[in-house]
């Protein structure tokens, strides 16, 4: 059974540029969340997509969006790149039903990021 | 709002040793989860163990053990006969419920190394 998997691994961008990273969620998942993971800091929680729409927000500009395909399937959007944006990006997914008991998250191995 | 906190960078412990790794937390919430998660080098979010605020009893697995007090708002973990594949860093998580939806706060992580 695969997990989550996120494409690339790692990317090397210039401040300014748009990146767009990929995560599929575990089979049988319905939700994907994006966390930031700056060095030495725990994951912020970016956004969370289920049927399609975002569900809930954390504290990035509008420069963060995202979109969640008919498959589960989502993608990270960055515009305007600037060098703190430098970080790994974790994908996780869940089933919407278990979280509500408490089973908690899937996630990938990240996308490292690095702005230059 | 909700906010967790790991206030041991850095923590060591001999092969076969117990370790107890402590993370604090704030909420005004009544029912609420709590999870430890392990990141190793490689990068992905492993689920330790997870604990439901309103069971009393610790959430035990395997070697992994949580000290739960809920009025101290303490949530510690365990590691008993530590073996040198627990060496990895350590994240106390809470899992926040606000639009209908959930996610993880994280604190920022404890690095366990075992030594041989």
């Known amino acids: 059974d695969a997990g989550v998997t996120q494409s690339p691994t790692h990317l090397i961008k210039t401040r300014g540029q748009q990146v767009t990273l990929r995560c599929s969620p575990k089979?049988?998942?319905?939700?994907v969340s994006w966390y930031q993971q700056a060095l030495g800091q725990g994951p912020q929680f970016i956004f969370q997509?289920?049927?399609?729409?975002?569900?809930q927000r954390g504290n990035f500009p509008d420069r963060f969006s995202g979109h969640q395909f008919p498959n589960y399937s989502s993608e990270l959007n960055v515009n305007a790149l600037l060098l703190g944006d430098s970080a790994l990006y974790l994908c996780?997914?869940?089933?919407?039903?278990?979280?509500?008991?408490?089973?908690?998250?899937?996630f990938g191995s990240g996308t490292r990021l690095t702005v230059v | 709002a909700q906010t967790v906190t790991q206030s041991q960078p850095e923590m060591s412990v001999q092969e076969a040793e117990t370790v107890t790794l402590s993370c604090t937390y704030d909420?005004?919430?009544?029912?609420?989860?709590l999870f430890w998660y392990k990141q190793p080098p490689s990068r992905q979010m492993i689920l330790v163990i997870r604990q439901e605020a309103y069971k009393q009893q610790n959430a035990t697995e395997n070697r992994f053990s949580v000290n739960f007090q809920k009025a101290a708002k303490s949530f510690s973990l365990k590691i008993s006969d530590s073996q040198l594949g627990d060496a990895a860093m350590y994240f106390c998580?809470?899992?926040?419920?606000?639009?209908?939806?959930?996610?993880?706060?994280f604190g920022t992580g404890t690095r366990l190394k075992v030594l041989a």
């Open positions: 997509y289920y049927e399609e729409e975002e569900r």
């Open positions: 909420t005004s919430e009544s029912d609420y989860y």
């Open positions: 996780a997914s869940s089933l919407v039903v278990r979280a509500e008991v408490g089973y908690g998250y899937t």
């Open positions: 089979s049988g998942h319905d939700t």
């Open positions: 998580a809470y899992r926040s419920f606000t639009s209908g939806t959930y996610k993880y706060i």
